[in-house]
């Protein structure tokens, strides 16, 4: 019953080969895409699934992975009752507020005065407002923090020269360390969002403007009437990115006040006490349920924003 | 096409295939090594490791030291990733006295107390003080001290001189300080402190004996309303509503360039700083600094270093002998004391006689002396693993007393809610 007949044998043998072949063709796609899935699995995805399990347990990481002790949801509890973390929110939605309206009022006139005005140079002018986007918030952060010296900085060289002020501790006293990082922050930015109005008033047709001005439409109506409305979309794009990037604001508020003196509390954003609450205190699952009740802060204020540039819209239409 | 899809296939294999074989003989590598001992460190305590891996060398030859530095902040936050995962950890882990409340509470690190450590019965060598602050509420023992802090009052002697005021009218009290801080303003413009944090966070440290705790006693409780707390506070506000201090915390630019400048006229810390002002702070200054004993009679420590081994270490046994050269070998800690200015915590090595040489640094003072001195005198305090988060809360309430006019006692009552609230488990 085993033997193999030759002759049918050795027509199968290019069959195998093709079979072989066949499967090596339909694996190969998967072999290079698996090096995509492997690190987002590894870096993206059990991360964040990890996170929710750590945030329904009590763990201290200096006591092992076998030391985590289920508590479900007494770390949102936790969170959600403490001072600090009122605090913290406190500051984000300020930053949020004082740094992200300012960088909008600011970029869309802006960015329709280079768009209009500059046919030569603009590349070098939105380059000069970009390159701050661009640079180490850490570099950044340090030569604010040389400028914003009490003693040895130049802001209050110059304020005391030409008004006369006395020196101010810019980032040592809790009154004037938001103002300062926010200022910083607004800076930062503004080139980003200049950007993307730029992009978006560089696709508006040309001959509604043109249309406008032959009916005595000015500059100024030009703007509020063609390019604020054509902006719309990319004002939401923009917003959005905005809240987003807003309510994670950890790095200059991070760097600029030392994290170590009482003051750094005026500037604690959510995202701060995340990590003061993992890295200085040892509560990562109190951590991961601030974290998880931030993302839901940020889809909430997203989902706002999403309505509100969706009403308007409707409102137009109609 | 087909024939170069499947090429890419097999190439891709033998790719994946030559990447394991690396992986493999690396792993081979790894278990044929269990000779080298890896020390997980930081600056500038490194450099102690690195100045004994010669002596480590002449003892166990056959076993290479390897000392893996990274960045205060990051050492520490790699050690807890580590001692969490169980991944990565060294055979000996340098840990700062920030962070060895935390540690010592901890179920990561070897006992060393136990056998066969017995690391207790060494205690008597070293500085009374040093040995709680690495120990549980459990008796175990966490690590051994390599060197510690005591504190001290570093004063520009120029300065005072100018203003007219003595050495001990900064040290018989702390409303002498203060006054004398109010005349050096007046008379040379200096600062009397970089930060009026500086007053509290030794004032809060008042009259504590052996086994008191600074934020819990033994059974846990919350200490913040205390007098000692309310006296730090009003005296701290003191100083600032007299604007005596540059309203600069510790290790920024504004406290280095302060101290470089000659802007700040004294600094409290441990006496180990006299090594950083004259290494890069200030080297300038040289012979204009002095060193005395903390306003008020108070003994106080500032830092300490000490060397432990988590319990999923390859190689303990030669991590204990590590650990043993670095802290109880006389010639050793001698010389970490020449290479980083440190204090040690080993009594013999007090004894030595560098101690009695004059620093140049600071007039030819001979202040080892005088350090001796103070850290026989620090009481030893117990640690409990929120005291570092203690510690933030009070900085923060105290920052509302300064800038909002915050009650002191409302201040301290909401500390004390915060602290208990952190503290639940």
């Given at each position: 019953?085993?033997?193999?007949?030759?002759?049918l044998?050795?027509?199968?043998?290019?069959?195998?080969?093709?079979?072989?072949?066949?499967?090596?063709?339909?694996?190969?796609?998967?072999?290079?895409i698996?090096?995509f899935?492997?690190?987002?699995?590894?870096?993206g995805?059990?991360p964040?699934l990890?996170s929710?399990y750590l945030s329904?347990h009590?763990?201290?990481?200096?006591?092992?992975l076998?030391?985590m002790?289920?508590?479900?949801?007494?770390?949102?509890?936790?969170?959600?009752?403490?001072?600090?973390?009122?605090?913290?929110?406190?500051?984000t939605?300020?930053?949020?507020?004082?740094?992200g309206?300012?960088?909008?009022?600011?970029?869309v006139?802006?960015?329709?005065?280079?768009?209009t005005s500059f046919k030569?140079?603009?590349?070098a002018?939105?380059?000069?407002?970009?390159?701050?986007?661009i640079?180490?918030?850490?570099?950044?952060?340090?030569?604010?923090?040389?400028?914003?010296?009490?003693?040895y900085?130049v802001?209050?060289?110059?304020?005391h020269?030409?008004?006369g002020?006395?020196p101010?501790?810019?980032?040592?006293d809790?009154h004037?360390t938001?103002?300062?990082?926010?200022f910083?922050?607004?800076?930062?930015f503004?080139?980003?969002n200049?950007?993307?109005y730029?992009s978006?008033l560089?696709?508006?047709d040309?001959?509604l403007?043109?249309?406008?001005?032959?009916d005595?439409?000015?500059?100024?109506?030009q703007?509020?009437h063609?390019?604020?409305?054509?902006?719309?979309?990319?004002?939401?794009?923009?917003?959005t990115?905005?809240?987003?990037?807003?309510?994670?604001?950890?790095?200059?508020?991070?760097?600029l006040?030392d994290?170590?003196?009482g003051?750094?509390l005026?500037?604690?954003?959510t995202?701060i006490f995340?990590?003061?609450?993992?890295?200085s205190?040892?509560?990562?699952?109190?951590a991961?349920?601030?974290?998880?009740?931030?993302?839901?802060?940020i889809?909430?204020?997203?989902?706002?924003?999403s309505?509100?540039?969706n009403?308007g819209?409707?409102?137009?239409?109609? | 096409?087909?024939?170069?899809?499947?090429?890419?296939?097999v190439?891709a294999?033998a790719?994946?295939w030559?990447a394991?074989?690396a992986h493999?003989q690396?792993?081979?590598?790894?278990r044929?090594?269990t000779?080298?001992?890896v020390?997980?460190?930081?600056p500038?305590?490194?450099?102690?490791?690195?100045a004994?891996s010669?002596?480590?060398?002449r003892l166990?030859p056959?076993i290479t030291?390897?000392?893996v530095?990274?960045?205060?902040?990051?050492?520490?936050?790699a050690m807890?990733a580590?001692?969490a995962?169980?991944?990565?950890?060294?055979?000996v882990m340098?840990?700062?006295?920030?962070?060895?409340?935390?540690?010592a509470?901890?179920g990561?690190?070897?006992?060393l107390?136990a056998?066969?450590?017995?690391?207790?019965a060494?205690r008597?060598?070293?500085?009374?003080?040093?040995?709680?602050?690495?120990?549980?509420?459990?008796g175990?023992?966490?690590?051994i001290?390599?060197?510690?802090?005591?504190g001290?009052l570093?004063?520009?002697?120029?300065i005072?001189?100018?203003?007219g005021?003595?050495?001990?009218d900064?040290?018989r009290?702390?409303?002498?300080?203060?006054?004398?801080?109010?005349?050096?303003?007046?008379?040379?413009?200096?600062?009397l402190l970089?930060?009026?944090?500086?007053i509290r966070d030794?004032?809060?440290r008042?009259g504590l004996?052996?086994?008191d705790?600074?934020?819990?006693?033994?059974n846990?409780?919350v200490?913040?309303q205390?007098?000692?707390?309310?006296k730090?506070?009003?005296?701290?506000?003191?100083?600032?509503?007299?604007?005596l201090?540059?309203?600069?915390?510790?290790?920024?630019?504004?406290?280095?360039?302060?101290?470089?400048?000659g802007?700040?006229a004294?600094?409290?810390?441990?006496?180990?700083l006299?090594?950083?002002l004259?290494?890069?702070?200030?080297p300038?200054?040289?012979?204009?600094w002095?060193?005395?004993?903390l306003?008020?009679?108070?003994?106080?420590?500032?830092?300490?270093s000490?060397?432990a081994?988590?319990?999923?270490a390859?190689?303990?046994?030669a991590?204990?002998?590590f650990i043993?050269?670095?802290?109880?070998?006389?010639?050793?800690?001698?010389?970490s004391?020449?290479?980083?200015?440190?204090?040690?915590a080993?009594?013999?090595a007090?004894?030595?006689?560098f101690?009695?040489?004059?620093?140049?640094y600071?007039?030819?003072?001979p202040?080892r002396?005088?350090w001796?001195?103070?850290?026989?005198?620090?009481?030893?305090?117990a640690?409990n693993k929120?005291d570092?988060?203690a510690t933030?809360?009070i900085?923060a309430?105290f920052?509302e007393v300064?800038t909002?006019?915050?009650?002191i006692?409302?201040?301290?009552?909401?500390?004390?809610?915060?602290i208990?609230?952190?503290?639940?488990?």
């Open positions: 019953m085993r033997a193999v007949d030759p002759t044998a050795a027509p199968r043998a290019p069959t195998r080969r093709r079979t072989r072949h066949q499967r090596a063709r339909e694996l190969a796609p998967y072999l290079f698996a090096p899935f492997v690190l987002f699995f590894v870096f995805l059990f964040l990890f929710i329904l009590q763990w201290d990481p200096t006591d092992g076998a030391a002790r289920w508590v479900g949801f007494e770390n949102y509890w936790f969170a959600l009752t403490d001072p600090w973390f009122h605090r913290s929110l406190w500051n939605l300020w930053f949020s507020v004082v740094c309206v300012p960088q909008h009022l600011v970029a006139p802006l960015a329709y005065f280079i768009h030569r140079g603009r590349d002018i939105v380059g000069a407002y970009f390159v701050p986007y640079t180490s918030s850490v570099a950044i952060a340090l030569i604010f923090a040389t400028l914003f010296s009490k003693d900085g802001i209050n060289s110059v304020l020269a030409v008004l002020v006395d101010i501790n810019w980032l040592g809790a004037t938001k103002p300062a990082v926010a910083i922050v607004f800076w930062r503004l080139g980003w200049l950007v993307l730029l978006a560089q696709v508006i040309k001959e403007y043109e249309a406008a001005a032959l005595g439409c000015g500059r100024w109506r703007f509020w063609i390019a604020l409305p054509l902006l719309r979309p990319m004002m939401f794009f923009a917003v990115l905005t809240i987003i990037g807003n309510l994670q604001l950890f790095d200059e508020p991070f760097i006040v994290p170590e003196s003051v750094s005026s500037v604690m954003t995202a995340m990590y003061r609450l993992a890295f205190d040892g509560d990562f699952g109190t991961s349920a601030v974290s998880w009740l931030l993302f839901l802060i889809a909430l204020l997203t989902w706002c924003n309505r509100l540039f009403r819209e409707t409102r137009d239409a109609a | 096409m087909a024939r170069i899809s499947f090429a890419l296939v190439i294999a790719l994946g030559i394991t074989g493999a690396q792993a081979s590598q790894d044929h090594a000779s080298t001992l020390v997980a460190t930081f500038d305590l490194d450099r102690a490791a690195k004994a010669a002596s480590w060398a166990h056959d030291l390897k000392i530095s990274l960045q205060y902040p990051d050492h520490h936050t807890t580590a001692l995962t169980g991944s990565g950890l060294p055979d340098a840990v700062d006295f920030r962070f060895i409340g935390k540690f509470a901890s990561g690190l070897e006992d107390a056998p066969p450590y017995n690391g207790l060494l008597d060598r070293f500085a009374r003080y040093s040995f709680p602050q690495a120990m549980n509420p459990k175990g023992l966490a690590a001290p390599a060197d510690i802090g005591p001290t570093l004063y520009r002697k120029d005072i001189e100018r203003a005021v003595t050495e001990a900064l040290t009290s702390w409303e002498s300080f203060i006054e004398a801080g109010k005349k050096i303003r007046a008379k040379t413009g200096a600062y970089a930060n009026a944090a500086d030794i004032v809060i008042s004996a052996d086994g705790g600074i934020y819990f006693d033994a846990g409780k200490l913040v205390s007098p000692r707390f309310v730090a506070f009003e005296l701290g506000r003191a100083a600032r509503q007299a604007g201090d540059a309203g600069a915390p510790a290790w920024t630019n504004e406290w280095t360039t302060g101290l470089r400048q802007r700040v004294t600094q409290m810390m441990g006496s180990w006299t090594g950083h004259k290494n890069w702070i200030a300038a200054s040289s012979g204009l002095r060193s005395t004993v306003p008020g009679g108070i003994n106080a420590s500032y830092g300490g000490f060397y081994i988590p319990k999923q390859a190689n303990k046994a991590a204990w002998q043993q050269l670095m802290t109880t070998d006389l010639q050793t800690q001698v010389n004391l020449r290479v980083l200015d440190s204090f040690p080993l009594l013999a007090q004894n030595d006689p101690f009695d040489e004059p620093i140049e600071l007039g030819g003072q202040a002396r005088l001796r001195e103070i850290a026989a005198k620090v009481p030893a305090i640690v929120y570092s988060m933030d809360m900085r309430e920052e300064l909002e006019g915050k009650p006692a409302k201040a301290l009552a909401d500390a004390k809610l915060l208990e609230h952190r503290a639940r488990r």
